[in-house]
Protein backbone atom coordinates (compact mmCIF):
# COMPACT_ATOMS: atom_id res chain seq x y z
CA UNK A 1 0.00 0.00 0.00
CA UNK A 2 1.40 3.28 -0.99
CA UNK A 3 1.30 5.88 2.23
CA UNK A 4 1.52 9.23 2.70
CA UNK A 5 2.63 10.07 6.38
CA UNK A 6 0.97 12.91 8.22
CA UNK A 7 2.89 14.37 11.73
CA UNK A 8 1.15 13.27 14.73
CA UNK A 9 1.24 14.38 17.87
CA UNK A 10 4.68 12.65 18.92
CA UNK A 11 8.22 14.84 19.09
CA UNK A 12 11.01 13.23 17.15
CA UNK A 13 14.00 12.81 19.68
CA UNK A 14 17.15 13.05 17.91
CA UNK A 15 20.88 11.80 19.17
CA UNK A 16 22.13 15.57 18.04
CA UNK A 17 20.66 18.71 17.84
CA UNK A 18 22.00 21.40 15.58
CA UNK A 19 21.90 23.49 12.73
CA UNK A 20 23.73 22.17 9.22
CA UNK A 21 27.51 23.34 8.31
CA UNK A 22 28.56 24.91 5.40
CA UNK A 23 31.42 22.27 4.39
CA UNK A 24 30.68 21.01 1.34
CA UNK A 25 32.62 17.77 0.98
CA UNK A 26 33.98 16.19 -2.21
CA UNK A 27 33.17 13.24 -3.65
CA UNK A 28 34.67 10.66 -5.95
CA UNK A 29 33.63 11.23 -9.76
CA UNK A 30 32.82 7.82 -9.80
CA UNK A 31 29.95 7.90 -7.51
CA UNK A 32 28.89 11.45 -8.76
CA UNK A 33 28.38 9.90 -12.43
CA UNK A 34 26.26 6.72 -10.43
CA UNK A 35 24.34 9.57 -8.85
CA UNK A 36 23.71 11.15 -12.66
CA UNK A 37 22.51 7.99 -13.78
CA UNK A 38 20.46 6.94 -11.02
CA UNK A 39 18.89 10.18 -11.10
CA UNK A 40 17.85 10.18 -15.16
CA UNK A 41 16.78 6.91 -14.50
CA UNK A 42 14.09 8.41 -11.87
CA UNK A 43 12.81 10.69 -13.82
CA UNK A 44 11.27 7.77 -15.85
CA UNK A 45 10.02 5.77 -12.22
CA UNK A 46 8.82 2.69 -12.95
CA UNK A 47 6.34 0.73 -10.74
CA UNK A 48 6.18 -0.17 -7.14
CA UNK A 49 9.31 -3.24 -6.99
CA UNK A 50 8.16 -5.97 -6.44
CA UNK A 51 9.72 -7.82 -3.09
CA UNK A 52 12.16 -10.04 -5.15
CA UNK A 53 13.35 -6.90 -7.09
CA UNK A 54 13.96 -5.29 -3.48
CA UNK A 55 15.36 -8.41 -2.00
CA UNK A 56 17.58 -9.40 -4.95
CA UNK A 57 17.51 -6.91 -7.60
CA UNK A 58 21.18 -4.89 -8.43
CA UNK A 59 22.01 -2.45 -5.53
CA UNK A 60 23.45 1.08 -7.33
CA UNK A 61 26.25 2.58 -4.65
CA UNK A 62 24.55 6.14 -4.44
CA UNK A 63 26.03 9.35 -3.09
CA UNK A 64 23.80 10.84 -0.09
CA UNK A 65 24.49 14.10 -1.23
CA UNK A 66 24.90 16.50 0.62
CA UNK A 67 26.66 14.32 3.07
CA UNK A 68 29.88 12.77 1.73
CA UNK A 69 28.55 9.93 2.44
CA UNK A 70 27.58 6.96 -0.03
CA UNK A 71 25.07 3.74 -0.06
CA UNK A 72 23.72 0.69 -1.93
CA UNK A 73 20.28 1.70 -2.91
CA UNK A 74 17.68 -0.90 -4.10
CA UNK A 75 15.50 -0.59 -6.65
CA UNK A 76 13.05 2.16 -5.89
CA UNK A 77 14.91 4.37 -3.81
CA UNK A 78 16.01 8.09 -4.44
CA UNK A 79 15.93 11.49 -3.38
CA UNK A 80 12.60 13.48 -2.84
CA UNK A 81 11.87 17.20 -3.83
CA UNK A 82 12.37 19.73 -1.00
CA UNK A 83 8.84 18.98 0.02
CA UNK A 84 7.38 15.75 0.85
CA UNK A 85 4.10 13.87 0.82
CA UNK A 86 3.13 15.07 3.94
CA UNK A 87 3.78 18.84 3.43
CA UNK A 88 6.86 18.58 5.74
CA UNK A 89 9.28 21.37 4.37
CA UNK A 90 12.66 20.27 4.21
CA UNK A 91 16.35 21.04 3.07
CA UNK A 92 16.02 20.53 -1.11
CA UNK A 93 17.16 17.25 -1.92
CA UNK A 94 17.88 16.23 1.96
CA UNK A 95 15.37 13.56 1.94
CA UNK A 96 15.93 9.60 1.11
CA UNK A 97 13.06 7.63 0.22
CA UNK A 98 12.99 3.96 0.04
CA UNK A 99 10.31 0.91 -0.96
CA UNK A 100 10.80 -2.02 1.67
CA UNK A 101 9.04 -5.49 1.58
CA UNK A 102 6.38 -3.79 3.92
CA UNK A 103 5.79 -0.26 3.16
CA UNK A 104 8.17 2.39 2.83
CA UNK A 105 10.58 4.60 4.79
CA UNK A 106 12.34 7.95 4.66
CA UNK A 107 15.53 9.27 6.04
CA UNK A 108 16.72 12.70 6.23
CA UNK A 109 20.64 13.63 6.08
CA UNK A 110 21.75 16.14 8.18
CA UNK A 111 25.21 17.30 8.57
CA UNK A 112 25.41 18.43 12.65
CA UNK A 113 27.90 20.54 14.53
CA UNK A 114 31.39 19.19 15.00
CA UNK A 115 32.14 17.29 18.36
CA UNK A 116 35.07 17.42 20.48
CA UNK A 117 36.55 14.41 22.11
CA UNK A 118 35.58 15.00 25.45
CA UNK A 119 32.11 16.32 24.35
CA UNK A 120 32.14 12.64 22.44
CA UNK A 121 33.32 10.59 25.60
CA UNK A 122 30.37 12.42 27.64
CA UNK A 123 27.77 11.25 25.18
CA UNK A 124 29.32 7.64 24.96
CA UNK A 125 29.11 7.36 28.97
CA UNK A 126 25.46 9.11 28.87
CA UNK A 127 24.34 6.39 26.55
CA UNK A 128 25.75 3.72 28.07
CA UNK A 129 24.11 4.42 31.38
CA UNK A 130 20.86 4.72 29.38
CA UNK A 131 21.16 1.49 28.07
CA UNK A 132 21.71 0.17 31.23
CA UNK A 133 19.02 1.59 33.05
CA UNK A 134 16.53 1.36 30.09
CA UNK A 135 16.66 -2.23 28.45
CA UNK A 136 13.03 -2.09 27.62
CA UNK A 137 13.59 1.34 25.66
CA UNK A 138 17.16 1.83 24.57
CA UNK A 139 17.31 -1.25 21.46
CA UNK A 140 20.68 -0.02 20.43
CA UNK A 141 23.82 2.12 21.28
CA UNK A 142 27.11 0.99 19.72
CA UNK A 143 30.35 2.87 18.49
CA UNK A 144 32.33 1.10 16.03
CA UNK A 145 34.45 1.58 13.49
CA UNK A 146 33.75 2.65 9.56
CA UNK A 147 36.13 2.61 7.64
CA UNK A 148 39.24 4.62 8.58
CA UNK A 149 36.29 7.23 10.29
CA UNK A 150 33.24 5.88 13.25
CA UNK A 151 29.98 5.66 13.16
CA UNK A 152 27.54 6.09 16.48
CA UNK A 153 24.32 3.92 16.18
CA UNK A 154 21.15 4.57 18.23
CA UNK A 155 18.12 2.95 18.41
CA UNK A 156 15.11 3.54 20.86
CA UNK A 157 11.37 2.56 20.92
CA UNK A 158 8.98 5.51 21.91
CA UNK A 159 5.71 5.52 23.77
CA UNK A 160 2.59 4.27 21.88
CA UNK A 161 0.24 7.18 20.28
CA UNK A 162 -2.03 7.08 17.27
CA UNK A 163 -0.44 7.11 14.34
CA UNK A 164 -2.39 8.65 10.73
CA UNK A 165 -1.46 7.17 8.01
CA UNK A 166 -3.23 8.12 4.39
CA UNK A 167 -3.42 5.61 1.96
CA UNK A 168 -3.43 5.99 -2.43
CA UNK A 169 -7.04 6.84 -2.50
CA UNK A 170 -6.02 9.72 0.22
CA UNK A 171 -8.32 7.61 2.80
CA UNK A 172 -6.87 7.89 6.40
CA UNK A 173 -5.79 5.25 8.70
CA UNK A 174 -5.47 5.33 12.37
CA UNK A 175 -3.47 3.21 14.13
CA UNK A 176 -2.02 3.00 17.88
CA UNK A 177 1.82 3.24 17.14
CA UNK A 178 5.55 3.01 18.78
CA UNK A 179 7.41 5.47 16.77
CA UNK A 180 11.09 3.38 16.24
CA UNK A 181 14.12 6.35 16.39
CA UNK A 182 16.60 4.79 14.91
CA UNK A 183 19.89 7.67 14.45
CA UNK A 184 23.45 6.76 12.11
CA UNK A 185 26.01 9.28 12.94
CA UNK A 186 29.20 8.94 11.13
CA UNK A 187 31.96 10.48 12.61
CA UNK A 188 35.20 11.87 10.77
CA UNK A 189 38.41 13.73 12.05
CA UNK A 190 38.54 17.00 11.27
CA UNK A 191 41.10 19.65 12.57
CA UNK A 192 41.19 18.19 16.39
CA UNK A 193 37.69 17.51 16.22
CA UNK A 194 34.65 15.18 14.45
CA UNK A 195 32.34 16.05 12.01
CA UNK A 196 29.12 14.47 12.36
CA UNK A 197 26.95 13.34 9.69
CA UNK A 198 24.05 12.18 10.30
CA UNK A 199 20.79 9.77 8.96
CA UNK A 200 17.32 10.04 10.89
CA UNK A 201 15.03 7.46 10.14
CA UNK A 202 11.69 9.37 10.21
CA UNK A 203 8.29 8.41 11.58
CA UNK A 204 9.67 4.19 11.27
CA UNK A 205 7.54 2.35 12.98
CA UNK A 206 8.51 -0.26 15.39
CA UNK A 207 5.92 -2.62 14.03
CA UNK A 208 7.23 -2.11 10.51
CA UNK A 209 10.97 -2.29 11.75
CA UNK A 210 10.25 -5.99 13.17
CA UNK A 211 9.06 -6.82 9.26
CA UNK A 212 11.69 -5.01 7.44
CA UNK A 213 14.36 -5.16 10.18
CA UNK A 214 17.14 -7.72 8.00
CA UNK A 215 15.94 -5.58 4.69
CA UNK A 216 17.02 -2.16 6.83
CA UNK A 217 19.81 -3.69 7.90
CA UNK A 218 21.12 -4.82 4.88
CA UNK A 219 20.86 -1.15 3.27
CA UNK A 220 22.33 0.39 6.39
CA UNK A 221 25.39 -1.92 6.51
CA UNK A 222 26.83 -0.80 3.15
CA UNK A 223 26.84 2.83 4.32
CA UNK A 224 30.46 4.44 3.69
CA UNK A 225 32.72 7.67 3.95
CA UNK A 226 32.88 8.93 0.16
CA UNK A 227 36.51 9.05 0.10
CA UNK A 228 37.25 5.34 2.39
CA UNK A 229 37.48 2.17 0.44
CA UNK A 230 38.18 0.13 3.68
CA UNK A 231 35.33 -2.52 4.24
CA UNK A 232 36.80 -2.87 7.64
CA UNK A 233 33.20 -2.10 10.03
CA UNK A 234 33.93 -4.54 13.02
CA UNK A 235 31.38 -3.35 15.83
CA UNK A 236 33.89 -2.07 18.69
CA UNK A 237 33.48 -3.27 22.60
CA UNK A 238 31.20 -0.81 23.59
CA UNK A 239 28.18 -2.98 24.57
CA UNK A 240 24.71 -2.89 22.85
CA UNK A 241 21.32 -4.55 23.45
CA UNK A 242 19.33 -7.17 21.68
CA UNK A 243 16.73 -6.12 19.39
CA UNK A 244 13.67 -5.75 21.89
CA UNK A 245 11.49 -9.28 21.04
Known amino acids: MN?????????????????GCDDKPS??????QQQAKTAEEQKHPNKHPTTQELLSGKRSR????????????PPGWGKLND???????????????????NGEVQIQLSARPALKK??????LAAGKKELAEKPQQIVKFELRPLGTNQVLERQSVGRPAPLTVYDANNQPHTSEESIFNWTISVLVPNEG???????NFILLTKSQYDKDRDFLNSVVQTLRYA??????????ALPA???LP
Request: glycine content about 6%; charged content about 15%.
Open 3 to 19: KRWIVPALVMAGLMAGI
Open 27 to 32: VPPAVL
Open 62 to 73: TALIPLPLTMEL
Open 83 to 101: VSDAGLKLSAGNLLQGYTP
Open 118 to 123: EDLDRM
Open 193 to 199: ALQVYEL
Open 227 to 236: TDTSPSQTPS
Open 241 to 243: ATT
